[in-house]
């Protein structure tokens, strides 16, 4: 199984990201997706995860703001970030396979059964 995490990037407040996780040998609608974050100092956390029947879950912080989606065709998973504010820069991990699934985006990825990360890709808002 691998996910490839891309899309990442540095803009201004208020501005716009939109992530993408390829994903090869696991097929995204057979389980939970997720997409985690992680600043220096801090744990990694939920941010927003989809289940195999499509429902979502967010964060409080991306609750408003982020959409996560996905492509079955393309087998990608897709977070739309927008109104971007410093607080969300942070490394971004897709996940595969989170049990459990809708909790996930609201706890620590260490609470969370997660047996395939993507590499991540780099957030970075500025004020």
């Known amino acids: 199984v691998q996910l490839v995490d891309s899309g990442g990037g540095a803009v201004q407040t208020g501005g716009s990201l939109s992530l993408a996780c390829k994903v090869s040998?696991?097929?995204?609608?057979?389980?939970?997706m997720g997409w985690f974050r992680e600043s220096p100092g801090n744990e990694r956390e939920g941010v927003a995860s989809?289940?195999?029947?499509?429902?979502?879950s967010y964060s409080y912080s991306a609750k408003g703001r982020f959409t996560i989606t996905r492509d079955e065709g393309q087998n990608t998973l897709f977070l739309q970030m927008n109104n971007l504010d410093p607080d969300d820069s942070a490394m971004y991990y897709c996940?595969?396979?989170?049990?459990?699934?809708?909790?996930?985006?609201?706890?620590?990825?260490?609470?969370?059964?997660?047996?395939?990360w993507g590499q991540g890709t780099q957030v970075t808002v500025s004020s």
């Open positions: 996940a595969a396979g989170l049990r459990p699934c809708l909790s996930a985006a609201l706890q620590s990825a260490n609470h969370i059964n997660i047996p395939h």
């Open positions: 040998g696991y097929r995204i609608t057979s389980g939970c």
């Open positions: 989809i289940s195999k029947d499509a429902d979502t």
